[in-house]
């Protein structure tokens, strides 16, 4: 749970001070530089108690009296608190960068079991922290699938990614009846615009996305490490905080369930990436796939919402690695890996599906032409029916191979995975 101090704060950029207004006990600080803003709240003494909720709204549950900080704790997320309540300890957790106002619409759709605040404060509509029962369950499923990967295990690596994705399939099921939006292709293209403009990258991507991918209350940041496994086949989710590049580019947009799938998809190319296997990748993905399939709404995970030339996995999966690479640039940590790697060989995939174009501009004038010859057969008196009709199976075969030749959801985007 512990981290670097203050390693939640990006030590590359300017710290500069601000007299903007600020609830009691919190200032707010601006880092600034190498074209990157990130603005957030930090408590200005984390011991006292009193003075960080002074001026706060409560909700939810949370322990009233004489409250003492037993502990202060430093994660990339933000500062943790371990504070003891009549010999009962809790679990303060901050949102130095607030969230993206759905925080608890999220807790409120978590299903059973899942690790959630049961209470916090909020300023000015803005969440500051949430509050929970202190555990000592741990989360290591990231260290138990890295060493099942680096160990060769297929059959444990296999089991470990399956129930970790089917665990965020169950939450998708739950938000299923909730609130469900309409697609917004535009908004999140506008938003890779944004992050590539600020990375001067030199790849651009954008996507026609199916209207199968709806906006819903989405997870977010979701890793491995945020996986519970207490023994059973079903796992349990811990509800983790925005991550860091959250507050250099904020969201303006909702997203789709698959982002989640896509953001579990790159932790494990993280994982993977740090491991010297002889496992196929591609194994491990399709048990990602298949593990999501088995709990999300069919609707959400089906073959039209994976096409790639829609965006599929793979558009939310660049995304992934473009915010990697803005936190990387943030603290001036290096390249992060691999995440440029993956970026680097992006140029190859979309040379490769904009080949993919000329079979399908075939189809479509194959199909223009079958489509033609009924309308003169038809309306304009013509006697040949013979060629249309030949053209129609032409058409749906070329189609079908076109649609064959985008990449699949389990083959990596990284060549040398393959």
Known sequence: MSGGE??????????????????????WLIFAGIG??????????????????????????????????????????????????????????????????????????????????????????????????WNNVIRDTDSKLHNAISSNDLEKSKQIIF????AIGRYHKAVENARVTPNDSKRWNQRLANLE???????????????????????????????????SDEYKIHFSRPRLADSIIKPECEFPAI??????????????FSCDSKIKMSDLRLALIEGWRSTAPPIWCSKKVFYTPRGGAFFWEYEQCLLDVIESVSH??????????????????????????TIAALS??????????????????????????????VTVGIFLSYRKLAPSPETPILRKWN
Request: proline fraction near 6%.
């Open 36 to 133: 990157l803003k990130s603005k957030m709240l930090e408590p200005i003494n984390p011991n006292d108690w009193k003075m960080i909720i002074s001026n706060l709204e409560p909700w939810g549950e949370i322990p009233n009296g004489e409250i003492v900080v037993e502990e202060v704790i430093d994660t990339d997320k933000g500062i943790n608190l371990k504070l003891n309540y009549n010999d009962e300890f809790w679990l303060a957790e901050f949102f130095p960068w607030g969230t993206d106002g759905r925080f608890r619409a999220r807790i409120s759709l978590a299903p059973t079991g899942s690790d959630v605040p049961i209470g916090g404060y909020t300023w000015n509509g803005m969440d500051i922290l949430s509050l929970k029962k």
């Open 197 to 231: 403009a600020l990375l001067r990258a030199n790849i651009i991507w954008r996507a026609p996305h199916t209207r199968d991918t709806v906006c819903v209350i989405n997870l977010g940041d979701i890793r491995f490490a945020d996986m519970i496994n207490d023994g």
């Open 259 to 272: 982002r989640d799938f896509s953001s579990l998809l790159h932790d494990l190319n993280r994982i993977y």
């Open 364 to 393: 479509f004038m194959t199909g223009f032409f079958s489509v033609s010859g009924f309308y003169q057969y038809i309306i304009g008196g013509s006697d040949e029916f013979i060629f249309p009709l030949v053209l129609v199976p």
């Open 163 to 166: 129930h970790s994705s089917a």
């Open 6 to 27: 203050n390693n939640w704060k990006p030590a590359a950029l300017s710290r500069i001070e601000s007299e903007e207004e600020a609830p009691n006990g919190f200032k």
């Open 332 to 357: 001036q940590s290096g390249k992060p890996e691999p995440a440029v790697s993956i970026i680097q060989d992006v140029t190859y995939l979309q040379k490769s599906m904009f080949s993919h174009r």
